[in-house]
Protein backbone atom coordinates (compact mmCIF):
# COMPACT_ATOMS: atom_id res chain seq x y z
CA UNK A 1 0.00 0.00 0.00
CA UNK A 2 2.90 2.00 0.88
CA UNK A 3 6.45 2.13 1.59
CA UNK A 4 7.50 0.46 4.72
CA UNK A 5 7.70 2.91 7.63
CA UNK A 6 5.73 5.69 5.72
CA UNK A 7 1.78 6.34 5.85
CA UNK A 8 -0.09 6.07 2.51
CA UNK A 9 -1.34 9.12 0.90
CA UNK A 10 -5.07 9.75 0.15
CA UNK A 11 -4.67 8.31 -3.61
CA UNK A 12 -2.66 4.70 -2.38
CA UNK A 13 -5.61 4.43 0.60
CA UNK A 14 -8.23 4.87 -2.05
CA UNK A 15 -6.30 2.12 -4.42
CA UNK A 16 -5.75 -0.23 -1.47
CA UNK A 17 -9.01 -0.58 -0.27
CA UNK A 18 -10.72 -0.59 -3.79
CA UNK A 19 -8.54 -3.74 -4.58
CA UNK A 20 -10.30 -7.19 -3.97
CA UNK A 21 -8.15 -10.46 -2.53
CA UNK A 22 -7.81 -11.96 -5.75
CA UNK A 23 -6.66 -15.87 -6.25
CA UNK A 24 -7.46 -18.37 -9.08
CA UNK A 25 -9.03 -21.59 -9.36
CA UNK A 26 -6.20 -22.95 -7.62
CA UNK A 27 -6.45 -20.51 -4.94
CA UNK A 28 -3.28 -19.19 -5.66
CA UNK A 29 -2.38 -15.17 -4.97
CA UNK A 30 -3.43 -13.16 -8.73
CA UNK A 31 -3.66 -10.02 -10.14
CA UNK A 32 -6.61 -9.03 -12.61
CA UNK A 33 -5.24 -7.92 -15.84
CA UNK A 34 -8.12 -7.98 -17.89
CA UNK A 35 -11.59 -6.31 -17.57
CA UNK A 36 -13.14 -9.76 -18.12
CA UNK A 37 -11.08 -12.46 -16.31
CA UNK A 38 -12.53 -16.06 -15.62
CA UNK A 39 -9.31 -17.15 -14.46
CA UNK A 40 -9.74 -14.81 -11.70
CA UNK A 41 -11.54 -15.17 -8.11
CA UNK A 42 -12.28 -11.78 -6.15
CA UNK A 43 -12.61 -14.35 -2.93
CA UNK A 44 -13.43 -11.97 -0.71
CA UNK A 45 -16.70 -10.94 -2.51
CA UNK A 46 -17.42 -15.06 -2.78
CA UNK A 47 -16.80 -15.57 1.28
CA UNK A 48 -18.85 -12.69 2.11
CA UNK A 49 -21.77 -13.57 -0.48
CA UNK A 50 -21.86 -17.27 1.28
CA UNK A 51 -21.95 -15.89 4.77
CA UNK A 52 -24.70 -13.11 4.51
CA UNK A 53 -25.99 -15.85 2.10
CA UNK A 54 -26.41 -18.14 5.48
CA UNK A 55 -27.41 -15.93 7.78
CA UNK A 56 -30.12 -14.44 5.89
CA UNK A 57 -31.53 -17.89 5.60
CA UNK A 58 -31.02 -18.69 9.17
CA UNK A 59 -32.89 -15.32 9.95
CA UNK A 60 -35.53 -16.51 8.08
CA UNK A 61 -35.82 -19.65 9.84
CA UNK A 62 -35.97 -18.61 12.86
CA UNK A 63 -38.77 -16.10 11.92
CA UNK A 64 -40.67 -19.19 10.76
CA UNK A 65 -39.76 -21.63 13.44
CA UNK A 66 -40.66 -18.76 16.27
CA UNK A 67 -44.11 -17.77 14.42
CA UNK A 68 -47.37 -18.33 16.35
CA UNK A 69 -51.01 -17.38 15.71
CA UNK A 70 -51.33 -14.96 18.29
CA UNK A 71 -50.14 -11.64 18.99
CA UNK A 72 -46.82 -11.50 16.68
CA UNK A 73 -43.63 -9.81 18.43
CA UNK A 74 -41.58 -6.78 16.77
CA UNK A 75 -39.80 -9.36 14.71
CA UNK A 76 -42.26 -11.36 13.15
CA UNK A 77 -44.12 -8.48 12.44
CA UNK A 78 -41.48 -7.21 10.62
CA UNK A 79 -41.19 -10.46 8.74
CA UNK A 80 -44.78 -10.98 7.87
CA UNK A 81 -44.49 -7.20 6.58
CA UNK A 82 -42.11 -8.18 4.54
CA UNK A 83 -42.77 -11.26 3.21
CA UNK A 84 -46.39 -9.27 2.45
CA UNK A 85 -45.04 -7.12 0.40
CA UNK A 86 -43.02 -9.16 -2.04
CA UNK A 87 -45.65 -11.76 -1.96
CA UNK A 88 -48.24 -8.25 -3.33
CA UNK A 89 -45.70 -7.51 -5.29
CA UNK A 90 -45.47 -11.56 -6.92
CA UNK A 91 -48.88 -11.21 -7.56
CA UNK A 92 -48.66 -7.94 -9.33
CA UNK A 93 -46.52 -9.65 -11.95
CA UNK A 94 -46.08 -12.93 -12.52
CA UNK A 95 -49.94 -13.86 -13.14
CA UNK A 96 -49.77 -17.67 -13.21
CA UNK A 97 -49.91 -19.24 -9.64
CA UNK A 98 -47.59 -21.88 -9.94
CA UNK A 99 -44.81 -19.95 -10.80
CA UNK A 100 -45.09 -17.56 -7.67
CA UNK A 101 -44.65 -21.02 -5.39
CA UNK A 102 -41.22 -20.52 -6.70
CA UNK A 103 -40.57 -17.08 -7.83
CA UNK A 104 -42.15 -15.01 -4.86
CA UNK A 105 -39.24 -17.24 -2.42
CA UNK A 106 -36.92 -16.46 -4.64
CA UNK A 107 -37.64 -12.57 -4.64
CA UNK A 108 -37.89 -12.56 -1.23
CA UNK A 109 -34.20 -14.41 -1.05
CA UNK A 110 -32.74 -11.79 -3.58
CA UNK A 111 -34.63 -8.52 -1.21
CA UNK A 112 -33.03 -10.15 1.60
CA UNK A 113 -29.57 -11.52 0.60
CA UNK A 114 -28.44 -7.94 -1.19
CA UNK A 115 -30.24 -5.88 1.45
CA UNK A 116 -27.38 -7.72 3.34
CA UNK A 117 -25.09 -7.43 0.85
CA UNK A 118 -25.76 -3.88 0.84
CA UNK A 119 -25.35 -3.05 4.65
CA UNK A 120 -22.02 -4.24 4.60
CA UNK A 121 -21.02 -0.66 3.99
CA UNK A 122 -22.30 0.64 7.06
CA UNK A 123 -19.22 -0.59 8.64
CA UNK A 124 -16.48 1.48 9.58
CA UNK A 125 -14.10 1.56 6.23
CA UNK A 126 -11.02 -0.14 8.15
CA UNK A 127 -12.66 -2.69 10.46
CA UNK A 128 -12.34 -5.52 8.26
CA UNK A 129 -9.85 -4.85 6.18
CA UNK A 130 -7.39 -3.79 9.65
CA UNK A 131 -8.03 -7.11 10.49
CA UNK A 132 -7.40 -9.28 7.99
CA UNK A 133 -3.95 -6.96 7.81
CA UNK A 134 -3.28 -8.75 10.89
CA UNK A 135 -4.03 -11.96 10.50
CA UNK A 136 -2.84 -11.72 7.07
CA UNK A 137 0.77 -10.56 8.19
CA UNK A 138 1.01 -12.87 11.49
CA UNK A 139 0.69 -15.77 8.31
CA UNK A 140 3.99 -14.53 7.21
CA UNK A 141 2.43 -12.42 4.82
CA UNK A 142 3.57 -9.25 3.06
CA UNK A 143 1.16 -6.90 5.05
CA UNK A 144 0.81 -4.44 2.41
CA UNK A 145 -0.58 -7.17 0.18
CA UNK A 146 -3.32 -7.76 2.64
CA UNK A 147 -6.44 -7.14 0.33
CA UNK A 148 -9.95 -6.81 1.70
CA UNK A 149 -13.49 -5.77 0.59
CA UNK A 150 -16.36 -6.20 2.28
CA UNK A 151 -19.09 -5.35 -0.30
CA UNK A 152 -19.85 -7.59 -1.73
CA UNK A 153 -22.67 -5.70 -3.95
CA UNK A 154 -19.26 -3.06 -4.94
CA UNK A 155 -18.26 -5.59 -7.20
CA UNK A 156 -19.44 -5.83 -10.62
CA UNK A 157 -18.71 -9.88 -10.70
CA UNK A 158 -21.45 -10.47 -8.40
CA UNK A 159 -23.98 -8.18 -9.90
CA UNK A 160 -23.35 -9.46 -13.12
CA UNK A 161 -23.63 -12.83 -11.66
CA UNK A 162 -26.89 -12.30 -10.57
CA UNK A 163 -28.47 -10.78 -13.29
CA UNK A 164 -27.01 -12.99 -15.34
CA UNK A 165 -29.12 -15.42 -13.26
CA UNK A 166 -32.09 -14.11 -13.71
CA UNK A 167 -31.68 -14.06 -17.36
CA UNK A 168 -31.17 -17.69 -17.22
CA UNK A 169 -34.57 -17.89 -15.52
CA UNK A 170 -36.58 -16.19 -17.95
CA UNK A 171 -34.83 -18.01 -20.25
CA UNK A 172 -36.48 -21.06 -18.43
CA UNK A 173 -39.69 -19.54 -17.68
CA UNK A 174 -40.15 -18.55 -21.47
CA UNK A 175 -39.50 -22.50 -22.42
CA UNK A 176 -41.94 -23.70 -19.58
CA UNK A 177 -44.53 -21.22 -20.20
CA UNK A 178 -44.30 -20.67 -24.13
CA UNK A 179 -42.82 -24.35 -25.47
CA UNK A 180 -39.36 -23.88 -26.72
CA UNK A 181 -41.19 -23.80 -30.43
CA UNK A 182 -43.40 -21.28 -29.41
CA UNK A 183 -40.06 -19.15 -27.62
CA UNK A 184 -38.41 -19.36 -30.34
CA UNK A 185 -41.24 -17.90 -33.06
CA UNK A 186 -41.19 -15.37 -30.33
CA UNK A 187 -37.53 -13.98 -31.10
CA UNK A 188 -38.25 -14.13 -34.55
CA UNK A 189 -41.46 -12.51 -35.00
CA UNK A 190 -41.37 -9.82 -31.90
CA UNK A 191 -41.16 -6.80 -32.29
CA UNK A 192 -42.10 -5.83 -35.98
CA UNK A 193 -43.48 -9.23 -37.46
CA UNK A 194 -43.63 -12.59 -38.75
CA UNK A 195 -42.26 -11.66 -42.31
CA UNK A 196 -39.42 -13.85 -43.16
CA UNK A 197 -37.41 -10.95 -44.57
CA UNK A 198 -38.01 -9.44 -41.13
CA UNK A 199 -36.58 -12.61 -39.20
CA UNK A 200 -32.92 -11.54 -38.31
CA UNK A 201 -33.62 -8.22 -37.12
CA UNK A 202 -36.07 -9.36 -35.00
CA UNK A 203 -34.18 -11.84 -33.42
CA UNK A 204 -31.23 -9.05 -33.02
CA UNK A 205 -33.34 -6.64 -31.59
CA UNK A 206 -34.51 -9.29 -28.96
CA UNK A 207 -30.43 -10.07 -28.61
CA UNK A 208 -30.15 -6.27 -27.97
CA UNK A 209 -33.29 -6.27 -25.29
CA UNK A 210 -31.51 -9.30 -23.59
CA UNK A 211 -28.74 -7.91 -23.42
CA UNK A 212 -29.42 -4.08 -21.84
CA UNK A 213 -31.59 -5.78 -19.45
CA UNK A 214 -28.80 -8.07 -18.31
CA UNK A 215 -26.25 -5.51 -18.12
CA UNK A 216 -28.54 -2.97 -16.87
CA UNK A 217 -29.99 -4.78 -13.51
CA UNK A 218 -26.17 -5.43 -12.63
CA UNK A 219 -24.24 -2.43 -13.37
CA UNK A 220 -27.64 -0.52 -11.39
CA UNK A 221 -26.92 -2.06 -8.16
CA UNK A 222 -23.15 -2.10 -8.61
CA UNK A 223 -22.98 1.33 -9.73
CA UNK A 224 -25.12 2.58 -6.63
CA UNK A 225 -22.92 0.79 -3.95
CA UNK A 226 -19.24 1.49 -5.53
CA UNK A 227 -20.51 4.95 -5.11
CA UNK A 228 -21.62 4.77 -1.80
CA UNK A 229 -18.37 2.79 -0.76
CA UNK A 230 -15.80 5.45 -2.45
CA UNK A 231 -17.63 8.30 -0.43
CA UNK A 232 -17.35 6.52 2.83
CA UNK A 233 -13.30 6.48 2.45
CA UNK A 234 -13.49 10.48 0.95
CA UNK A 235 -14.94 10.96 4.65
CA UNK A 236 -12.66 8.39 6.41
CA UNK A 237 -9.83 10.38 4.86
CA UNK A 238 -11.06 13.47 6.50
CA UNK A 239 -10.50 11.72 9.97
CA UNK A 240 -7.34 10.85 9.00
CA UNK A 241 -6.33 13.96 7.64
CA UNK A 242 -6.94 15.95 10.78
CA UNK A 243 -3.78 14.49 12.51
CA UNK A 244 -1.84 16.77 10.00
CA UNK A 245 -3.22 19.96 9.51
CA UNK A 246 -3.69 22.91 11.44
CA UNK A 247 -7.51 23.03 10.73
CA UNK A 248 -7.88 19.88 12.59
CA UNK A 249 -10.81 20.61 14.89
CA UNK A 250 -12.78 21.75 11.35
CA UNK A 251 -12.09 18.39 9.72
CA UNK A 252 -12.55 16.40 12.50
CA UNK A 253 -16.26 18.74 12.86
CA UNK A 254 -16.52 17.38 8.57
CA UNK A 255 -15.72 14.20 9.47
CA UNK A 256 -18.23 13.45 12.20
CA UNK A 257 -21.06 15.01 10.43
CA UNK A 258 -20.88 13.94 6.88
CA UNK A 259 -20.39 10.54 8.35
CA UNK A 260 -23.57 10.59 10.16
CA UNK A 261 -25.00 12.35 6.96
CA UNK A 262 -24.20 10.26 4.85
CA UNK A 263 -24.75 7.30 6.99
CA UNK A 264 -28.43 7.63 7.30
CA UNK A 265 -29.10 8.45 3.55
CA UNK A 266 -27.61 5.27 2.92
CA UNK A 267 -29.78 3.19 4.84
CA UNK A 268 -32.25 4.63 2.37
CA UNK A 269 -30.23 3.67 -0.16
CA UNK A 270 -29.04 0.23 0.23
CA UNK A 271 -32.97 -0.87 1.15
CA UNK A 272 -34.04 0.98 -2.13
CA UNK A 273 -31.19 -0.94 -4.32
CA UNK A 274 -32.04 -3.96 -2.76
CA UNK A 275 -35.76 -3.34 -3.82
CA UNK A 276 -35.22 -2.26 -7.13
CA UNK A 277 -33.14 -5.67 -7.72
CA UNK A 278 -35.81 -7.34 -6.26
CA UNK A 279 -38.61 -5.46 -8.24
CA UNK A 280 -36.81 -5.79 -11.89
CA UNK A 281 -36.40 -9.66 -11.16
CA UNK A 282 -40.03 -10.14 -10.85
CA UNK A 283 -40.87 -7.58 -14.10
CA UNK A 284 -38.12 -9.84 -16.10
CA UNK A 285 -39.78 -13.28 -14.98
CA UNK A 286 -43.39 -11.92 -15.32
CA UNK A 287 -42.21 -10.68 -19.06
CA UNK A 288 -40.95 -14.10 -19.84
CA UNK A 289 -44.75 -15.56 -18.81
CA UNK A 290 -46.07 -12.93 -21.55
CA UNK A 291 -46.43 -13.67 -25.09
CA UNK A 292 -45.96 -10.72 -27.78
Avoid at 190 to 196: K, L, V
Wanted: glycine share 8%.
Amino acid sequence: MAAEGHAPTASEYIVHHLQHWQVDWGLNPVKQTAIVDFNVINLDSVLYSVILGVIGCFVMWLAARKASSGVPGRFQAAVEILVEMVDNQAKANIHNAQSRKFIAPLALTVFVWIFLMNAMDMLPVDLLPAAWTQVYSALGHDPHHAYMRVVPTADLSTTLGLSTSVLFLCFLYSVKIKGLGGWGHELITAPFGAHPVLWPVNLLMQGIEYLAKTVSHGMRLFGNMYAGELVFMLIALMGGAMAFSFSGMALTLGHVVAGFIWAVFHILVITLQAFIFMMLTLIYLGQAHEAH
